[in-house]
């Protein structure tokens, strides 16, 4: 189960951070990340982080903006999202999976609710 939390409203330039928190997550998925889905538009993926908190990955639409952490001794990822643009307006989803499905797209196993993050002009 994933749990996401942080979304909200904000000025373009500005900032937000979300937080999701996993349980009962199997042994299987070695990692964690974000999603999102733009109004109009496929989800598509955001940023991962390994369980170890090691290796990141983004997307090219996020890279030097956002940061994905990995909370030690508590299975939470944060996403610090930094210079928000109109564009970032979407739901944001929470995901669990291996490194490889998650940064691919291709194999998530567990989602979580989404929350939605709207940035205006």
């Known amino acids: 189960q994933l749990v996401e939390s942080g979304g909200g409203l904000a000025q373009a330039g500005g900032s937000l951070r979300l937080s999701c928190v996993a349980s009962r997550i199997t042994f299987s998925a070695d990692a964690m990340g974000w999603f999102r889905q733009r109004p109009g538009k496929e989800r598509e993926f955001v940023a991962a982080?390994?369980?170890?908190?090691?290796?990141?990955n983004y997307g090219d639409s996020v890279k030097g903006r956002f940061t994905i952490r990995r909370t030690y001794g508590a299975d939470t990822v944060t996403l610090q999202m930094n210079d928000l643009k109109p564009e970032d307006t979407a739901v944001y989803y929470c995901?669990?999976?291996?490194?490889?499905?998650?940064?691919?797209?291709?194999?998530?196993?567990?989602w979580g609710q989404g929350t939605q993050v709207t940035v205006s002009s």
């Open positions: 982080v390994t369980w170890a908190g090691v290796t990141t």
């Open positions: 995901a669990a999976g291996s490194f490889e499905g998650l940064t691919s797209g291709e194999s998530v196993e567990y």
